[in-house]
Nanobody, 124 residues
Framework: QVQLVESGGGLVQTGGSLTLSCAASGRTVSDYHMGWFRQAPGKDRVFVAVIDSSGRIASYANSVKRRFAISRDKNTVYLQMNSLQPEDTAVYFC???????????????????WGQGTQVTVSS
């Protein structure tokens, strides 16, 4: 089992920045790919970013590329969010998947472990 706890959400104005954190515990966290997903009101949860178990490979949804950056340090995964827009308003979830493949998946169903989510609201 891997336990995940997100933090760092809040209210920010358009153009502002936030950094989300995800504290992981349980199994050897370095054996897991880590991802961020988000769910806007009335919409499905969607992929945002993922980083592989080594921390060397990252990929992003087109909507956040060049604005968001995912990183990891020991048992914590971060999502640095810059140039935030109202459409970035969502609940952000951290997720973990055992690194059975070298390239991390972007598919929600490939991640068995999830945090409770943290709200990010961007005001216009």
């Amino acid at each position: 089992q891997v336990q995940l706890v997100e933090s760092g959400g809040g209210l920010v104005q358009t153009g502002g920045s936030l950094t989300l954190s995800c504290a992981a515990s349980g199994r050897t966290v370095s054996d897991y790919h880590m991802g961020w997903f988000r769910q806007a009101p009335g919409k499905d949860r969607v992929f945002v970013a993922v980083i592989d178990s080594s921390g060397r490979i990252a990929s992003y949804a087109n909507s956040v590329k060049r604005r968001f950056a995912i990183s990891r340090d020991k048992n914590t995964v971060y999502l640095q969010m810059n140039s935030l827009q109202p459409e970035d308003t969502a609940v952000y979830f951290c997720a973990a998947a055992f690194a059975s493949e070298s390239i991390p998946s972007r598919l929600e169903g490939e991640f068995p472990y999830w945090g409770q989510g943290t709200q990010v609201t961007v005001s216009s």
